[in-house]
């Protein structure tokens, strides 16, 4: 259900925003309203859905960024509130799965220093540089989306569970550094979504962390833009620091 002009003059910065879960989010933010900022390395497809979203009515513009390099994203950042003279919301969909059904003892360190830097070091990034501009105006929404392997761990993915519960971490700890502004951060842990980047999961490592999942399916991305739409809406003004579950059941904490 669409809420209409819930966003209005309100400015987002959407990471990962060409695919997937950040689409998805950032579609449903720009039909309530929103002028968005995508961010995403993949300039093809950034290109395609920023058309196609403005098809759709949507104010959108694209911005080739790889999350993980502190100058483009610095950039990035710099350049939106330039244009836009505020970023209200930041939502940080991007995110990579790296290796899957891979014990520790056979999981190589090159790949583990990659999945590092988009997953963790990216996401420390675009939380630092957004930052420095919500706190101009002492208000904001940031939304970092972390997953229900930071909080339970999925065996054969050490790469992809530690660095997204180092998200819940950042999560807990910059919270509390804004949580005397109207600036709030808050974290989402969403079981498996049905998505482009669970295509390279193994079909052992997908159908265990489906079997985990008492409502035996897997989430959708509309299900995901709605509660991050309400998690970064003004409405939701009393809640910082917390990791909400979208996981059909599968969390226990």
């Known amino acids: 259900m669409i809420i209409n002009e819930r966003f209005k003059d309100k400015v987002a910065v959407v990471t990962g925003g060409a695919d997937g879960i950040g689409r998805g989010v950032a579609y449903r933010l720009g039909k309530e309203g929103a002028r968005l900022a995508l961010f995403d390395i993949n300039q093809e497809l950034l290109q395609k859905t920023v058309a196609e979203f403005q098809r759709d009515g949507i104010e959108a513009k694209g911005y080739v960024v790889d999350i993980s390099s502190e100058s483009q994203v610095s950039k990035a950042i710099l350049d939106v509130e330039d244009e836009c003279k505020k970023i209200d919301i930041l939502v940080n969909a991007a995110g990579i799965v790296g290796l899957t059904n891979t014990k520790i003892t056979e999981y190589p360190t090159s790949d583990f220093d990659k999945i590092y830097e988009v997953n963790l070091k990216g996401t420390f990034l ?38 997204k519960a180092g998200v819940i971490g950042l999560v807990k700890g910059v919270a509390k550094e804004f949580a005397d502004t109207n600036i709030t951060v ?37 299900e995901v833009a709605a509660i991050s739409c309400y998690i970064v809406s003004d409405e939701n003004s009393f809640s910082t620091g917390f990791i909400y579950d979208i996981s059909g059941g599968r969390a226990t904490y």
Request: proline content about 5%.
């Open 126 to 163: 675009i939380t630092k540089f957004a930052l420095s501009v919500m706190k101009k105006t002492g208000t904001g929404r940031l939304l970092l989306i972390a997953s229900i392997a930071g909080k339970e761990g999925n065996p054969g993915m050490v790469g992809y569970s530690s660095t």
């Open 186 to 222: 808050n974290g989402l842990a969403p079981a498996v979504i049905k998505t482009p980047m669970n295509d390279n999961t193994s079909s052992e490592q997908l159908a265990y962390m489906t079997a985990k999942i008492p409502m035996q399916r897997l989430g959708t991305v509309e």
